[in-house]
């Protein structure tokens, strides 16, 4: 499995964190430096079966900044896996991504239950 997470993101800690204590083995992505690409985007947007506005990370200055909340409901998949390729900070964290799934932020008891 592939943390995808930032590091001075409290919520990636807490799900590093849980994910040790479980004694589950998976790396480390650092999305600031190592964003995911559109391509990778869309694939995991599928595995997760969730949409794509689930991908945005709505809480942060950038998301802000840009008037995303406007813009999204008006644009395509497509268009905003290429947005979120842009920059690390458009994501939505933590990711966890393995061959069969992708789960999309830390929500403890959907982590059990997949894992």
Known sequence: MTL????RCST?????KWLDEQ??????RPIKEENPTAEEIL???KLSGLPMRRFFNTSGLLYKELGLKDKLPH???EEMA???ATD????????????????VGFREQEWAERL
């Open 88 to 103: 690390g900070m458009l994501v939505k964290r933590p990711l966890l991504v393995d061959d069969g799934f992708v789960l």
């Open 12 to 16: 990636c800690r807490k799900a590093q």
């Open 4 to 7: 995808i997470c930032y590091a």
């Open 75 to 77: 644009m395509t998949d």
């Open 82 to 84: 290429k947005l979120l």
């Open 23 to 28: 004694g589950k083995a998976y790396t480390v």
């Open 43 to 45: 694939h995991w947007q």
